[in-house]
């Protein structure tokens, strides 16, 4: 049967389309920027109302650091010095607000920010897929997928706090991880250098702790020697030692031993009790589950005060532990029921539940497609991120935007996925020819 002549036009401009892209990937990653800017800020635009979106506790520490000089106050009430959020995004904010004020003009440079970091995040994905060994069809098509649907909504737009700079941070450092894995010799220097690097992501995002736990324990797994274990240990090291003095200034202003932030024990109890639902929107629909948030309670906030930050949380982490312990087949049910929207987004948004759970079956597709085609190195990085780093998030409520530090690498293996199809579905296309032609495995 022959193609219809709109449609062999339609094709052959779809092929120099893709042909362009792939020989110009600066112009492909602007395109991708601009494709994600452009969409986020139509939606600012649309819902409009940006004073009265602000970003919770973050907003109320920038606000402290302004007037007060401290790191301090992200609840209902004035409740003192915290580690509520790690450090770096507050301090972000704080450094928009004293530029542009606290109104309209600071919230709406502030929702820039989040909109620019969401789509500097995805552009240089054509880059990331060649660097880890993908075709650069692979990171096209997910940059531009990913340009092109907000699957997070609000949280890419006004609501974000640090996740695309931990996603940007964590894409660099598994760079350097496949380095280091590759080398046939290994140098305790760039272990040292990981190390640091674990060490300052740490203060943009300490969720990404349980990703080094999982390559540290992959690579010991995988690669069990004496100098692994010297790999290891000198990361380890290096990261504590960038990380102390923050942990030194909380446990000083805190009156206890606190890593990078507390809140841990606060969303196991407001997630875990007689009253709670799977996700922070669903939570929020009960007054009285909303009320168990001190940055929604001046009475919760109060016992902050009077407790201690460190204190109440560990209270909270009792009281969590306790209930936890008395209800289990509850508990089992809300944490199937997290790690159902953690995998396949809010049921009660059907454009982010049907899109997120597209891309992430395609994904997981993916993940098989990746040992024979781009390396058993990246296949083991992926495997190691994917199951280490969501494990905490299938104890404490859903927010739609704590996936994003590995919703990149999800886009990838989609990609890759699609590649693979495609190549067998439509092998005169430019994607598959710019795709590695026979499979690429790198020993271990």
Known sequence: MEIPV???????????????FLEHKFVAALSVFCLSFAVRLAMLVYLGNIERRGTGGVDSVALALLSKHQFADPYFVATGPTAHTTPFYPMVVAGVYALFGHGSMGHLVRSLLVIGAYSLLYSPFIWLARNFGFSEGVGLIAGVSAALLPVKRSAEV?????????????????????????????????????????????????????????????????????????????IVLAAVAVMSPWVIRNSVELHGLVLMRTAFGQNLWCSNNDRARPSVELINTDPIARGMYPYNSSQEALKVRQMGEAAYDRYDLQRALQWTRQNPRKFAHLSLLRFLYFWGGPFGHRFEHIVTTLYTLTGLLGLFFMKRYVGILQWQLWIA?????????????????????IDWMIWMSAGQALIVITRRVWPESVIAERTTSEPMILAA
């Not at 709109?6 to 362009?20: E, P, Y």
């Not at 991120?385 to 530090?405: C, H």
């Open 6 to 20: 709109k449609a062999k036009f339609r094709l052959t401009t779809l092929r120099r389309t893709v042909q362009f």
């Open 158 to 234: 006004f609501w974000g706090w640090e996740e695309p700079y931990a996603a940007m941070g964590l894409a660099v450092l598994l760079l350097l991880t496949l380095r280091h894995w590759r080398a046939p010799c290994r140098k305790a220097r760039m272990a040292l250098l990981l190390g640091v690097g674990w060490g300052a992501v740490f203060y943009i995002s300490f969720s990404l702790a349980a990703v080094l736990a999982g390559v540290i324990l992959m690579d010991f797994v995988m690669r069990p020697s004496w100098a692994t274990v010297r790999d290891q240990a000198l």
């Open 385 to 405: 991120t994917l199951v280490s780093f969501p494990t905490i998030y299938y104890f404490v409520q859903y927010v739609n935007r704590y996936r994003t530090p």
